[in-house]
């Protein structure tokens, strides 16, 4: 028996007559396949062909799914791709961003740092140039207490030699004249002028003391104002006496009386009191 053969989707023409009983085909593609054969006798008479029709299926990467995987791999990497850069350079934005308030921060700093500096220095300056000025009004207000205790305590000696020769002169227009003198040296005029300077520099380094003092106690007499001045120096009555026109025994009286006025208890130091106004 001779056979003949045929695959529809492979190839359309019948192969030569054989006698082999098998056929094998390799790498046939994907689809729909129908194989055929003619069978002949040895008289020469063929039969009607068998057929058998099968399908090749495609392989796996080249299903639906392996397409639609592929689909989305791709589409993940185009994402990627897309993605990647922009993250990298958000990251990247940040991290410059980052820097950059650094170091706006470390400008700021050194700029604060300068400007602190510069500012230390101007109150270094503005410090020295007041106590400059301290100290030149402190020695001004010394030169002016100095002034005031030599000049009272020579008005002092000149009204004692005075009073003696009031006592020794006999003339009468004589003695008239002398406690003339006499009367002029106990005058408070004299002392306005000096008294105005001195309280000028006293305020200016004791913080307007005096104008505090007023606000405080309106009740105070200008003889007041100046017994709590000199007080406030730290000189003592002795040396006060001169300043006032009175005598030592009057300056205590005069510390007496600013007590009550300023209200203070006995415990209470009237010189510390003052310095603490």
Not at 123 to 150: C, F, P
């Amino acid at each position: 028996v001779q056979y003949a053969w045929r695959l529809q989707g492979y190839d359309g023409d019948w192969s030569q007559w054989s006698t082999e009983t098998s056929k094998e085909f390799t790498n046939l593609k994907p689809g729909n396949y129908r194989f055929e054969v003619l069978a002949m006798g040895p008289e020469g008479r063929t039969i009607a062909p068998t057929t058998y029709a099968f399908r090749i299926a495609k392989p796996w990467f080249a299903t639906s799914l392996a397409y639609l995987v592929y689909l989305l791999v791709a589409t993940g990497l185009l994402t990627l791709l897309v993605l990647a850069p922009q993250r990298r350079f958000a990251r990247e934005k940040v991290r410059l961003e980052s820097e950059k308030q650094q170091t706006l921060r470390e400008q700021e700093a050194k700029h604060q740092e300068t400007v602190e500096s510069r500012e230390r220095a101007l109150d270094a300056l503005r410090n020295e140039k007041l106590r400059g000025e301290i100290d030149h009004q402190n020695r001004q207000l010394a030169m002016s207490t100095m002034h005031l205790v030599q000049k009272n305590a020579m008005i002092t000696k000149i009204k004692e030699e005075m009073g003696r020769v009031q006592k020794d002169v006999e003339h009468p227009e004589v003695r008239k004249s002398v406690r003339n003198v006499l009367q002029l040296l106990d005058s408070d005029h004299r002392l306005d002028e000096d008294w105005e300077q001195f309280s000028l520099h006293f305020d200016k380094v004791h913080t307007d003391f005096l104008g505090r003092l007023r606000q405080r106690f309106p009740q105070l007499t200008p003889k007041d104002q100046k017994l709590c001045a000199f007080l406030r120096l730290n000189l003592s009555s002795k040396e006060i006496a001169p300043l006032l026109n009175i005598s030592i025994r009057g300056v205590e009286i005069s510390r007496y009386r600013l007590r009550k006025k300023l209200g203070l208890e006995t415990e209470v130091n009237l010189v510390d009191y003052l310095m603490d106004i």
